[in-house]
């Protein structure tokens, strides 16, 4: 698959079809990818596809000008067809590589297992429904379910359904996604006032940093909310109030657009559980109006239209 998508990128480029690619290359650490932008052929063989690609690659689209050629894994291409969808980008001026995935492995969770950081790992590899990392020349074994990112346990569509290149034979979505809702569940099995106290102390520790946003294919706007003066809506210390006021607008914002990629708590600092958040405004929009992000780019935004049946359930 690594040898096909090196080709095709580098064809593309050749052709004169895109002006960019956009992939992974090595990252400088062990065991990570970082994103490659490219309009050098020659730089297209550095492009890799391994269980280490956690970012979603369509957060770059709205900067770039001109035709590019993008690496997508399934959420991914969702991302791109939602920006589709709200006229951010043009499908002709795209060419997505589609990557079947079968999950990202979560290196935070391979740590905290073995009891080591990653410099003391010698090797991460996934074999079928097992993860085999090596340590110090022993092997150690640990089912998928124990070192994916949650969002990957509780993916529903692992092959991109947009793509006008399938860089491998289609991924089975996964059938008990049980364990990618087990924060979820957790802070549902609470009452009202434990969760409050639960996420007092989750937002006490957020420093406002942005990452959250930066990261999100879906927070597309020229100048946020949080940076308005007039009015202004949160103020610029970073109180947990305020912290929480930021999130709980960023999801109203991104109802509709969000396709569970895990972004955003991938890229928080001090590993605020995110997710949480964003996965059930997924799953209230999925609810209520029958509606998941990035399905077809034809059809147009949820919030940007509605359906006269709607109205008696939703006043119920």
């Known amino acids: 698959m690594e040898q096909k998508l090196r080709q095709e990128a580098k064809t593309l480029l050749e052709q004169g079809k895109v002006d960019y690619i956009i992939g992974f290359e090595q990252g400088s650490l062990k065991f990570t990818t970082t994103p490659l932008i490219t309009k050098d052929k020659d730089d297209t063989d550095r492009l890799v596809i391994n269980p280490f690609i956690v970012n979603n690659l369509s957060v770059f689209l709205t900067e770039i000008k001109g035709r590019v050629g993008i690496v997508a894994k399934g959420c991914d291409s969702r991302s791109i067809v939602s920006l589709i969808q709200d006229n951010k980008v043009v499908r002709e001026d795209i060419v997505i590589l589609g990557v079947p995935c079968p999950g990202i492995i979560d290196l935070s969770k391979v740590e905290r297992l073995v009891g080591k950081d990653r410099d003391e790992l010698n090797a991460i590899v996934r074999e079928g429904d097992k993860v085999v990392v090596t340590v110090n020349g022993k092997e150690k074994e640990f089912p998928v379910t124990e070192v994916l990112y949650d969002n990957c346990l509780g993916c529903e569509f692992p092959t991109p359904q947009e793509y006008d290149v399938l860089l491998g034979e289609p991924t089975l979505p996964t059938t008990d996604r049980s364990a990618g809702q087990e924060k979820l569940a957790r802070l549902k099995d609470m009452s009202p006032q434990q969760r409050w106290e639960f996420w007092e102390n989750e937002f006490s ?100 239209h509605y359906e006269l049946e709607e109205a008696e359930d939703l006043i119920r």
């Open 205 to 304: 520790r957020c420093i406002r940093c942005y990452a959250c946003r930066n990261v999100c294919p879906a927070c597309f706007c020229q100048r946020c909310f949080v940076e308005e003066s007039e009015p202004q809506w949160i103020l610029p210390v970073p109180q947990w109030q305020d912290n929480l006021m930021f999130q709980v607008i960023r999801n109203i914002h991104v109802a509709g657009r969000c396709t569970d990629c895990g972004e955003c708590e991938r890229a928080c600092p001090v590993n605020i559980p995110l997710r949480s958040l964003t996965k059930e405004m997924y799953d209230l929009v999925d609810e209520l109006f029958h509606f998941k992000a990035g399905m077809d780019k034809e059809a147009p935004p949820l919030m940007t």
